[in-house]
């Protein structure tokens, strides 16, 4: 299993086995061997998209939080340089 490690790519290639399925469907049938690897292929793939959109999201939070503290703890070393 490959590990994706940009959104950009993962898309791409969920989009390469939605055009697979798609194909597979209109060749061999909806309910066909084929066509129901490549339905789950693709549901893993949204699943990984997904994990990994919300992994990003908790960084994000991450650093918001620790900017936010750097930037109190700036003014709190200010405030006491003052004093």
């Known amino acids: ?35 129901i690897y490549r339905s789950q292929e693709l549901d893993r793939l949204i699943y990984e998209y997904q994990t990994l959109c919300k992994e990003t999201e908790i960084q994000r939070q991450k650093a918001k939080v620790l900017f936010r503290q750097m930037i109190l703890l700036t003014k709190k070393q200010y405030i006491l340089s003052l004093a």
Not at 5 to 16: G, H, M, T, W
Not at 25 to 33: Q, R
């Open 1 to 35: 299993m490959e590990v994706y490690q940009s959104q950009n790519a993962l898309l791409k290639e969920i989009d390469r086995v939605r055009e697979l399925m798609v194909a597979a469907a209109m060749e061999t049938g909806y309910t066909s061997d084929e066509t």
